[in-house]
């Protein structure tokens, strides 16, 4: 049975594909974007987070971990979460010994089975809202098997599937699964190869190739674009992409304003977040550059 890295599973979401769904969130994503509003995504291992308001500076997590790294922040000596895995046996270990809570740990290795059960609780409100499951990460993609797996149970069971993907995964790995999936929601992030690679670890061609493939032979593909300041949110930005779409045969996108509700996760994880200061955007503030959609041919929504 496949296993992969969940770091949550969230019930009624209402905005993740139609109906009420449940999301499952593994684990892991090679784009490592700037702007992400879930860090602890990135990598596909648990990892240790730790609240600094929280730590009492007393070094508990220290001695149950003689092999991690010390650090020192604000006076508080604690672990280096940065030196220990999550799972590890001393990972574990320095979580339970914190006697304030401020250690924890992100992620946790599930099977097909665990997520499945999970999922299953909720199959009425799937029935009566026309909703289902969504696989969203990370990048869920990186764990095929797993999906490919966990895609076939849900259909067994009659429930509605659908995933949040930016796609950059081998393209013999996207047109393996996609069929198993009723709707595919798909980050356009930039049609400017050099502007993606300047601001993730992602190569755009890969994206594009995926999502043009999925716009031709899927039948339900939402393109969605996180609009974000310095990166994409120009009126020329919003010129490329929008002819991009409409010379795929795409006829909607849905627009995402950049927030930073995810700040605060990076301190958690001892992460640098390089967007810090930068205005969170509202859909009145993207007036015209929802109107360069339009103009194109392309529904562009909020």
């Known amino acids: 049975m496949q296993r992969a890295t969940v770091f949550n599973i969230q019930k009624f979401s209402l905005n993740d594909g139609p109906g009420i769904r449940t999301v499952v969130f593994l684990k892991g994503c090679p784009l490592r974007c700037a702007w992400c509003s879930n860090p602890e995504s990135q990598s596909r291992a648990p990892q240790l987070e730790w609240k600094k308001s929280a730590c009492l500076g007393c070094g508990a997590c ?4 003689p092999d991690a790294n010390a650090a020192e922040t604000a006076g508080k000596r604690h672990v280096d979460i940065r030196s220990l895995r ?3 046996y001393q990972g574990k270990a320095a979580v339970a010994a914190c006697p304030a809570h401020a250690l924890t740990c992100t992620g ?10 999970f999922c299953l609780q909720d199959k009425p409100f799937y029935e009566d809202s026309g909703g289902g499951v969504t696989l969203s990460g990370g990048e869920a993609l990186t764990w095929p098997d797993f999906c490919v797996e966990l895609l076939d149970r849900l259909r067994e069971e009659s429930i509605d599937t ?5 796609a950059h995964v081998p393209k013999e790995t996207f047109q ?5 999936l009723d709707h595919m929601l798909i980050d356009l992030k930039h049609v ?7 601001h993730t670890a992602g190569e755009a061609n890969l994206m594009l190739d995926n999502l043009r493939w999925a716009i031709a032979h899927h039948p339900d593909v939402l393109p969605r674009t996180p609009v974000i300041p310095g990166f994409n ?18 006829t909607r996108v849905q627009l995402l304003p950049f927030h930073n509700f995810g700040e605060s996760k990076y301190d958690l994880l001892s992460m640098p977040y390089t967007l810090h200061g930068a205005k969170n955007l509202r859909s009145d503030d993207l007036g015209n550059y929802r109107q360069v959609y339009l103009d ?3 529904e562009a929504f909020f």
């Open 62 to 65: 220290l001695a149950a971990a």
């Open 86 to 88: 999550g799972d590890s």
């Open 108 to 117: 946790e290795t599930k099977t097909v089975d665990e997520v499945l059960e």
């Open 162 to 166: 659908c995933i949040e993907t930016e």
């Open 176 to 180: 393996r699964i996609a069929p198993q």
């Open 192 to 198: 400017d190869a050099a502007k993606v690679r300047d």
């Open 233 to 250: 949110d120009g009126e020329d930005d919003a010129h490329a992409m929008a002819a991009w779409l409409h010379e795929a045969g795409a």
């Open 296 to 298: 194109e041919g392309v």
